[in-house]
């Protein structure tokens, strides 16, 4: 009884193997599209046969059976190009390695795109927070930042080479997120300046460089040609934040480091959004 189930059955399969359909059944009946089967044709994919009294492409079952298989690798990431070699590929053991390698590709990819989710987020909050930080002043903590390398200023162009790509992996990260600029200054003026590439830390290890952690005075400025944020713009908020230290008792280090966080444009001219932290002298608080 099972001998003729099972002939019965394969009856069935070997009779639907002798039809052949026209494009527009193959659309209908799988939805490949016209576009699509000429593609896969004219990469090798696929040999259809010709009607020879329309000329009509006629679409097999092994052709049809071959668009499954195609439907099927890619569905798993591989491009339509690395299919045309798998179809080739006649050893188990090629196609395993293929499979390895085509998992290891993705979950880089994957990796990739959960850095890019995390940068995302970040710039979401800043955007979201910015109305009550814009010209606001507060105290916040200052992340930890390792000192990767310093060069003279953003515009050093010439000392990138050495200083920022050397340590830097542009494929991943932006030069504005790792850059921060460390400016000292005192009641009068401001005094020196030097541009840091830094990475987030989680705690100080010995021989290594950091930027002053904790409590900051905090607050966002505007910056850029848009702005027209010049050195008198800067100048006044330098006096504001002594004036709004000494109203609430707090000493300030003397220094400030100012990170670039967004940046909008306006008829070509950039609008930058900087995040300003002066570190608090937390042993000389002012009474």
Not at 85 to 103: A, P, R
Not at 264 to 282: G, K, M, R, S, Y
Request: glycine share 4%; hydrophobic share 35%; aromatic share 10%.
């Amino acid at each position: 009884m099972t001998n003729d189930s099972q002939k019965h059955i394969d009856d069935f399969d070997r009779n639907n193997q002798s039809n052949t359909f026209q494009t527009s059944e193959l659309f209908r009946y799988l939805g490949f599209t016209r576009d699509t089967l000429r593609h896969y044709e004219a990469m090798g994919l696929i040999k259809p046969g010709h009607d020879q009294s329309n000329n009509y492409r006629q679409y097999s079952f092994d052709e049809i059976y071959k668009l499954l298989i195609i439907e099927f690798y890619k569905k798993r990431g591989f491009a339509l190009a690395e299919i045309n070699q798998l179809i080739d590929e006649d050893q188990l053991s090629g196609i395993t390695e293929n499979l390895i390698e085509k998992q290891a590709a993705i979950e880089l990819a994957i990796k990739k795109q959960q850095q890019i989710l995390i940068k995302l987020a970040d710039t979401q909050a800043f955007c979201q927070s910015l109305p009550h930080h814009l010209n606001q002043f507060s105290i916040r903590n200052f992340p930890l930042y390792e000192i990767i390398s310093s060069f003279s200023a953003i515009s050093a162009f010439d000392e990138y080479q050495e200083k920022v790509l050397a340590h830097l992996n542009l494929a991943d990260e932006d030069l504005l997120t790792n850059m921060i600029r460390r400016v000292t200054f005192d009641t009068t003026q401001y005094q020196e300046t030097q541009m840091h590439l830094v990475v987030p830390a989680t705690a100080r290890e010995s021989g290594k460089d950091y930027l002053d952690d904790g409590p900051c005075l905090h607050i966002v400025v505007e910056s850029g040609r848009y702005s027209d944020a010049t050195n008198q713009v800067i100048d006044k908020t330098r006096l504001a934040a002594y004036q709004w230290a000494a109203e609430n008792q707090l000493q300030l280090k003397g220094c400030v480091y100012l990170h670039v966080r967004l940046i909008l444009f306006h008829d070509n001219l950039e609008q930058a959004f900087v995040e300003a932290w002066a570190p608090i002298d937390q042993n000389n608080r002012t009474e």
